[in-house]
Protein backbone atom coordinates (compact mmCIF):
# COMPACT_ATOMS: atom_id res chain seq x y z
CA UNK A 1 0.00 0.00 0.00
CA UNK A 2 1.24 3.38 -0.76
CA UNK A 3 2.50 5.23 2.05
CA UNK A 4 0.35 8.11 1.36
CA UNK A 5 -2.32 5.78 2.02
CA UNK A 6 -2.22 4.06 5.68
CA UNK A 7 -4.58 6.30 6.75
CA UNK A 8 -8.13 7.94 5.83
CA UNK A 9 -6.02 11.17 5.60
CA UNK A 10 -4.13 10.01 3.00
CA UNK A 11 -6.60 8.71 1.17
CA UNK A 12 -8.72 12.33 1.91
CA UNK A 13 -6.11 14.40 0.00
CA UNK A 14 -5.43 12.03 -2.81
CA UNK A 15 -9.26 12.08 -3.31
CA UNK A 16 -9.10 16.20 -3.34
CA UNK A 17 -6.13 16.10 -5.36
CA UNK A 18 -8.43 14.75 -8.45
CA UNK A 19 -11.82 15.79 -7.89
CA UNK A 20 -13.04 18.76 -9.52
CA UNK A 21 -13.72 21.40 -7.26
CA UNK A 22 -17.46 21.46 -7.19
CA UNK A 23 -17.69 17.90 -6.33
CA UNK A 24 -15.53 18.27 -3.65
CA UNK A 25 -17.26 21.12 -2.25
CA UNK A 26 -20.88 18.81 -2.66
CA UNK A 27 -19.07 16.03 -0.55
CA UNK A 28 -16.84 17.79 2.19
CA UNK A 29 -19.26 20.45 2.67
CA UNK A 30 -21.46 21.51 5.79
CA UNK A 31 -23.57 24.57 6.68
CA UNK A 32 -23.55 28.05 7.25
CA UNK A 33 -20.30 28.41 9.13
CA UNK A 34 -19.55 25.00 9.34
CA UNK A 35 -19.16 24.67 13.31
CA UNK A 36 -20.99 21.66 13.60
CA UNK A 37 -19.47 19.67 10.97
CA UNK A 38 -15.90 20.90 12.93
CA UNK A 39 -17.49 19.43 16.35
CA UNK A 40 -18.18 16.24 14.80
CA UNK A 41 -14.63 15.75 14.31
CA UNK A 42 -13.41 17.91 17.12
CA UNK A 43 -15.39 15.78 20.01
CA UNK A 44 -13.43 13.08 19.75
CA UNK A 45 -10.30 14.79 20.62
CA UNK A 46 -11.88 15.45 23.95
CA UNK A 47 -11.16 11.21 24.94
CA UNK A 48 -8.81 10.03 26.25
CA UNK A 49 -8.44 6.13 26.95
CA UNK A 50 -7.98 3.95 29.47
CA UNK A 51 -6.13 0.13 28.44
CA UNK A 52 -6.21 -2.45 30.79
CA UNK A 53 -3.13 -4.95 30.94
CA UNK A 54 -2.04 -8.08 31.41
CA UNK A 55 -5.32 -9.46 29.28
CA UNK A 56 -5.46 -12.62 26.84
CA UNK A 57 -5.60 -10.59 23.13
CA UNK A 58 -4.32 -13.38 21.40
CA UNK A 59 -7.38 -13.26 19.46
CA UNK A 60 -9.62 -10.03 18.88
CA UNK A 61 -13.13 -9.73 17.11
CA UNK A 62 -14.83 -6.56 16.09
CA UNK A 63 -17.70 -8.83 15.11
CA UNK A 64 -20.90 -7.81 15.89
CA UNK A 65 -24.95 -8.53 15.42
CA UNK A 66 -27.28 -5.17 14.36
CA UNK A 67 -30.67 -6.32 13.88
CA UNK A 68 -30.43 -9.71 12.78
CA UNK A 69 -27.33 -9.21 10.40
CA UNK A 70 -24.13 -10.17 11.28
CA UNK A 71 -21.43 -7.63 10.86
CA UNK A 72 -17.78 -8.67 10.43
CA UNK A 73 -17.19 -5.25 11.74
CA UNK A 74 -19.27 -2.34 12.99
CA UNK A 75 -19.30 0.11 10.42
CA UNK A 76 -21.96 0.83 7.93
CA UNK A 77 -21.63 3.00 5.07
CA UNK A 78 -23.74 6.03 5.08
CA UNK A 79 -26.46 6.78 2.98
CA UNK A 80 -25.18 9.39 0.11
CA UNK A 81 -26.22 10.26 -3.08
CA UNK A 82 -24.72 10.03 -6.37
CA UNK A 83 -22.22 7.19 -5.79
CA UNK A 84 -21.55 8.00 -9.58
CA UNK A 85 -20.24 11.80 -9.23
CA UNK A 86 -16.97 10.33 -8.23
CA UNK A 87 -16.87 6.95 -10.16
CA UNK A 88 -18.34 5.58 -12.78
CA UNK A 89 -19.69 1.79 -11.17
CA UNK A 90 -20.82 4.20 -8.36
CA UNK A 91 -22.79 2.33 -5.68
CA UNK A 92 -22.44 -1.35 -7.15
CA UNK A 93 -18.58 -0.66 -6.66
CA UNK A 94 -19.36 0.11 -3.45
CA UNK A 95 -22.02 -2.76 -2.64
CA UNK A 96 -18.97 -4.86 -3.30
CA UNK A 97 -16.57 -3.35 -1.37
CA UNK A 98 -19.08 -3.64 1.43
CA UNK A 99 -19.91 -7.34 1.18
CA UNK A 100 -16.13 -8.43 0.74
CA UNK A 101 -15.20 -6.59 4.06
CA UNK A 102 -18.31 -7.68 5.90
CA UNK A 103 -19.99 -4.31 6.53
CA UNK A 104 -23.18 -2.89 5.88
CA UNK A 105 -24.50 -0.81 3.43
CA UNK A 106 -26.92 1.88 3.18
CA UNK A 107 -28.06 2.75 -0.51
CA UNK A 108 -29.48 6.15 -0.44
CA UNK A 109 -32.99 6.99 -2.47
CA UNK A 110 -31.04 9.30 -4.62
CA UNK A 111 -28.68 6.73 -5.90
CA UNK A 112 -27.02 6.55 -9.14
CA UNK A 113 -27.63 2.30 -9.87
CA UNK A 114 -30.89 0.91 -9.46
CA UNK A 115 -32.08 -0.98 -5.83
CA UNK A 116 -31.71 -3.97 -8.15
CA UNK A 117 -28.16 -3.56 -9.63
CA UNK A 118 -27.26 -2.94 -5.96
CA UNK A 119 -28.67 -5.27 -4.57
CA UNK A 120 -27.45 -8.19 -6.90
CA UNK A 121 -23.91 -6.53 -6.50
CA UNK A 122 -24.38 -7.04 -2.69
CA UNK A 123 -23.02 -10.00 -0.35
CA UNK A 124 -23.61 -8.49 2.83
CA UNK A 125 -26.67 -6.46 4.94
CA UNK A 126 -28.33 -3.92 2.92
CA UNK A 127 -30.78 -1.17 4.10
CA UNK A 128 -32.77 1.29 1.86
CA UNK A 129 -32.82 5.32 2.80
CA UNK A 130 -35.68 7.33 2.51
CA UNK A 131 -36.34 11.05 2.49
CA UNK A 132 -39.98 11.47 3.07
CA UNK A 133 -41.16 13.27 0.11
CA UNK A 134 -44.52 14.87 -0.72
CA UNK A 135 -45.36 12.08 -3.35
CA UNK A 136 -46.02 9.48 -1.62
CA UNK A 137 -46.51 7.02 -3.84
CA UNK A 138 -42.88 7.27 -4.95
CA UNK A 139 -42.46 6.30 -1.98
CA UNK A 140 -44.27 3.31 -1.51
CA UNK A 141 -42.85 2.12 -4.86
CA UNK A 142 -39.30 2.38 -3.28
CA UNK A 143 -40.56 0.22 -0.40
CA UNK A 144 -42.10 -2.56 -2.64
CA UNK A 145 -39.07 -2.54 -4.72
CA UNK A 146 -36.18 -2.66 -2.26
CA UNK A 147 -38.69 -5.63 -0.63
CA UNK A 148 -38.69 -7.55 -3.61
CA UNK A 149 -34.99 -7.12 -4.37
CA UNK A 150 -33.53 -8.41 -0.74
CA UNK A 151 -33.03 -4.93 1.38
CA UNK A 152 -33.14 -5.85 5.51
CA UNK A 153 -33.89 -2.67 6.54
CA UNK A 154 -35.71 0.69 5.86
CA UNK A 155 -33.84 4.16 7.45
CA UNK A 156 -35.64 6.97 7.13
CA UNK A 157 -33.78 10.73 7.44
CA UNK A 158 -36.12 12.95 9.87
CA UNK A 159 -33.40 15.49 10.02
CA UNK A 160 -33.93 17.41 6.74
CA UNK A 161 -37.77 19.13 6.42
CA UNK A 162 -35.61 21.73 4.44
CA UNK A 163 -31.67 21.70 3.25
CA UNK A 164 -29.39 23.73 4.90
CA UNK A 165 -27.57 26.05 3.76
CA UNK A 166 -24.27 24.81 2.37
CA UNK A 167 -22.94 27.89 1.55
CA UNK A 168 -20.16 25.82 -0.36
CA UNK A 169 -22.89 24.69 -2.87
CA UNK A 170 -24.79 28.07 -3.53
CA UNK A 171 -21.10 29.75 -3.83
CA UNK A 172 -20.51 27.06 -6.88
CA UNK A 173 -23.79 27.53 -8.30
CA UNK A 174 -23.98 23.54 -8.03
CA UNK A 175 -26.61 20.98 -9.18
CA UNK A 176 -26.35 17.21 -10.77
CA UNK A 177 -24.55 16.76 -13.63
CA UNK A 178 -27.38 15.71 -16.48
CA UNK A 179 -25.32 12.58 -17.10
CA UNK A 180 -25.57 11.61 -13.36
CA UNK A 181 -29.37 10.66 -12.14
CA UNK A 182 -31.09 9.14 -9.17
CA UNK A 183 -32.15 6.38 -11.30
CA UNK A 184 -34.85 5.62 -8.74
CA UNK A 185 -37.07 7.65 -9.08
CA UNK A 186 -39.02 9.30 -11.96
CA UNK A 187 -37.15 12.00 -14.12
CA UNK A 188 -39.63 14.77 -13.53
CA UNK A 189 -39.34 14.64 -9.78
CA UNK A 190 -35.54 14.90 -9.31
CA UNK A 191 -35.46 17.69 -12.47
CA UNK A 192 -34.66 20.56 -10.08
CA UNK A 193 -31.76 19.11 -8.88
CA UNK A 194 -30.05 19.42 -12.04
CA UNK A 195 -31.24 22.77 -12.66
CA UNK A 196 -28.95 25.60 -10.73
CA UNK A 197 -27.02 28.90 -11.34
CA UNK A 198 -25.05 31.57 -9.71
CA UNK A 199 -26.14 31.93 -5.92
CA UNK A 200 -28.85 28.98 -5.84
CA UNK A 201 -28.48 25.34 -5.53
CA UNK A 202 -30.24 22.41 -7.22
CA UNK A 203 -30.28 20.19 -4.30
CA UNK A 204 -31.58 22.88 -1.83
CA UNK A 205 -33.91 23.78 -4.73
CA UNK A 206 -34.92 19.83 -5.51
CA UNK A 207 -35.80 19.44 -1.75
CA UNK A 208 -37.97 22.54 -1.46
CA UNK A 209 -39.98 21.47 -4.33
CA UNK A 210 -40.08 17.50 -3.42
CA UNK A 211 -39.58 17.17 0.60
CA UNK A 212 -42.60 16.96 2.88
CA UNK A 213 -42.58 19.45 6.31
CA UNK A 214 -45.06 18.14 7.49
CA UNK A 215 -44.02 14.82 8.40
CA UNK A 216 -44.57 14.01 11.63
CA UNK A 217 -44.81 10.96 14.20
CA UNK A 218 -47.74 10.16 13.56
CA UNK A 219 -46.88 9.95 10.06
CA UNK A 220 -44.82 6.45 10.93
CA UNK A 221 -47.98 4.76 10.84
CA UNK A 222 -48.20 4.84 7.38
CA UNK A 223 -44.61 3.49 6.82
CA UNK A 224 -45.39 0.80 9.31
CA UNK A 225 -48.12 -0.20 7.08
CA UNK A 226 -46.18 -0.79 4.12
CA UNK A 227 -43.38 -2.67 5.17
CA UNK A 228 -42.75 -5.92 7.71
CA UNK A 229 -38.88 -4.36 7.31
CA UNK A 230 -37.15 -3.23 10.36
CA UNK A 231 -37.25 0.70 10.97
CA UNK A 232 -34.46 2.85 11.93
CA UNK A 233 -34.30 6.56 11.98
CA UNK A 234 -31.49 8.67 11.20
CA UNK A 235 -31.20 12.13 12.82
CA UNK A 236 -32.18 11.77 16.64
CA UNK A 237 -30.01 13.92 18.72
CA UNK A 238 -32.34 14.07 21.72
CA UNK A 239 -33.35 11.95 25.05
CA UNK A 240 -36.45 13.22 23.93
CA UNK A 241 -37.11 12.36 20.03
CA UNK A 242 -35.16 8.72 21.39
CA UNK A 243 -38.10 7.93 23.98
CA UNK A 244 -40.34 9.29 21.24
CA UNK A 245 -39.06 7.18 18.74
CA UNK A 246 -38.92 3.88 20.97
CA UNK A 247 -42.74 4.49 21.60
CA UNK A 248 -43.44 4.34 18.21
CA UNK A 249 -42.08 0.96 17.74
CA UNK A 250 -38.94 1.91 15.79
CA UNK A 251 -36.06 -0.69 15.75
CA UNK A 252 -32.86 1.51 16.16
CA UNK A 253 -31.96 4.95 15.72
CA UNK A 254 -29.08 6.58 14.62
CA UNK A 255 -27.58 9.65 16.01
CA UNK A 256 -26.75 12.69 13.49
CA UNK A 257 -26.72 15.84 12.59
CA UNK A 258 -26.05 14.91 9.05
CA UNK A 259 -22.78 15.32 8.66
CA UNK A 260 -22.81 18.63 9.95
CA UNK A 261 -25.36 19.52 6.26
CA UNK A 262 -28.25 20.64 8.66
CA UNK A 263 -28.62 22.76 11.39
CA UNK A 264 -25.10 24.46 12.02
CA UNK A 265 -24.81 24.86 15.53
CA UNK A 266 -26.19 21.49 16.12
CA UNK A 267 -24.87 19.18 18.64
CA UNK A 268 -21.52 16.70 17.57
CA UNK A 269 -22.99 13.71 16.98
CA UNK A 270 -20.27 12.44 19.55
CA UNK A 271 -21.88 14.74 22.34
CA UNK A 272 -25.17 13.76 21.39
CA UNK A 273 -24.97 10.02 21.44
CA UNK A 274 -25.01 9.19 25.35
CA UNK A 275 -28.12 10.67 26.14
CA UNK A 276 -29.81 9.17 23.28
CA UNK A 277 -28.00 5.55 24.14
CA UNK A 278 -29.27 5.79 28.02
CA UNK A 279 -33.07 7.07 26.61
CA UNK A 280 -33.39 3.82 24.37
CA UNK A 281 -34.68 0.64 25.64
CA UNK A 282 -32.26 -2.36 25.30
CA UNK A 283 -33.75 -3.81 22.15
CA UNK A 284 -33.62 -0.54 20.11
CA UNK A 285 -29.78 -0.06 19.47
CA UNK A 286 -28.34 3.40 18.66
CA UNK A 287 -25.69 3.65 15.88
CA UNK A 288 -23.72 7.06 15.52
CA UNK A 289 -23.07 8.74 11.88
CA UNK A 290 -20.72 12.11 11.88
CA UNK A 291 -17.26 12.54 11.75
CA UNK A 292 -15.24 8.81 12.49
CA UNK A 293 -11.90 8.88 10.28
CA UNK A 294 -10.47 5.72 12.63
CA UNK A 295 -10.59 2.82 14.46
CA UNK A 296 -10.23 4.69 17.50
CA UNK A 297 -12.61 6.56 17.11
CA UNK A 298 -15.25 3.71 16.40
CA UNK A 299 -14.10 2.16 19.94
CA UNK A 300 -14.83 5.64 21.23
CA UNK A 301 -18.64 5.93 19.70
CA UNK A 302 -18.72 2.38 21.34
CA UNK A 303 -17.71 2.96 24.70
CA UNK A 304 -20.52 5.43 24.64
CA UNK A 305 -23.24 3.40 23.48
CA UNK A 306 -23.12 3.08 20.15
CA UNK A 307 -23.73 -0.63 18.87
CA UNK A 308 -21.96 0.30 15.24
CA UNK A 309 -21.12 3.50 13.52
CA UNK A 310 -22.16 5.05 9.58
CA UNK A 311 -19.37 6.03 7.83
CA UNK A 312 -19.73 8.65 4.54
CA UNK A 313 -17.19 10.69 3.23
CA UNK A 314 -14.51 8.83 3.73
CA UNK A 315 -16.29 5.99 1.37
CA UNK A 316 -16.22 8.32 -1.67
CA UNK A 317 -12.71 9.26 -1.03
CA UNK A 318 -12.11 6.03 -1.28
CA UNK A 319 -14.76 5.23 -4.20
CA UNK A 320 -13.23 8.24 -5.82
CA UNK A 321 -9.17 6.85 -5.58
CA UNK A 322 -9.78 3.49 -6.55
CA UNK A 323 -13.32 2.62 -6.76
CA UNK A 324 -14.63 -0.80 -5.68
CA UNK A 325 -10.59 -1.67 -4.15
CA UNK A 326 -10.38 1.81 -2.62
CA UNK A 327 -13.51 1.39 -0.46
CA UNK A 328 -12.56 -1.87 0.40
CA UNK A 329 -9.12 0.06 1.42
CA UNK A 330 -11.07 2.59 3.33
CA UNK A 331 -12.85 -0.22 5.47
CA UNK A 332 -9.86 -2.57 5.17
CA UNK A 333 -8.06 0.69 7.73
CA UNK A 334 -10.67 1.14 9.90
CA UNK A 335 -11.02 -2.95 10.86
CA UNK A 336 -7.53 -3.07 10.94
CA UNK A 337 -7.04 -0.17 13.37
CA UNK A 338 -10.32 -0.97 15.87
CA UNK A 339 -9.02 -4.53 16.18
CA UNK A 340 -5.31 -3.11 16.64
CA UNK A 341 -6.91 -0.42 19.54
CA UNK A 342 -8.92 -3.09 21.16
CA UNK A 343 -5.77 -5.50 21.83
CA UNK A 344 -4.23 -2.47 22.61
CA UNK A 345 -7.23 -1.38 25.68
CA UNK A 346 -7.55 -4.93 26.83
CA UNK A 347 -11.13 -5.39 25.55
CA UNK A 348 -10.33 -7.88 22.70
CA UNK A 349 -14.20 -7.54 21.19
CA UNK A 350 -16.71 -4.76 20.76
CA UNK A 351 -19.39 -6.11 23.52
CA UNK A 352 -16.36 -5.54 26.28
CA UNK A 353 -16.06 -1.49 25.15
CA UNK A 354 -18.00 0.75 27.96
CA UNK A 355 -17.41 3.70 29.94
CA UNK A 356 -14.73 2.55 31.85
CA UNK A 357 -12.52 2.97 29.01
CA UNK A 358 -13.16 6.25 28.47
CA UNK A 359 -11.59 9.85 30.56
CA UNK A 360 -11.85 13.10 29.27
CA UNK A 361 -8.54 14.26 28.16
CA UNK A 362 -6.08 16.61 30.24
CA UNK A 363 -5.89 19.87 29.88
Known sequence: MPVGLLTLAGIERAARAQLPPEIWDFIEGGSEAERTLAGNREMFGRHALRPRTLVDVSACSTAVRLLGSDLQLP?????????RLVDPDGETATARAAGRAGALLVAGIFASRTLESIAAAATGPLWLQLYWLRRRDALAALIERAEAAGFTALMLTVDAPRIGRRLRDLRNGFAVPPQIRAVNLDPELMAASHRAGAGSSGIADHALEQFDPTLTWADLAWLRERTRLPLVLKGVLTAEDARLA?????????????GGRQLDGALPALAALPEV????????PALLDGGVRTGTDIAVALALGARAVLVGRPVLWGLATGGEDGVARVLGLLRDELEHTLALLGRPMPAALDRSVLAPWPV
Do not use: F, Q, T, W
Open 75 to 83: VGIAPMAYH
Open 246 to 258: AEHGVDAVVVSNH
Open 277 to 284: AAALPPEV
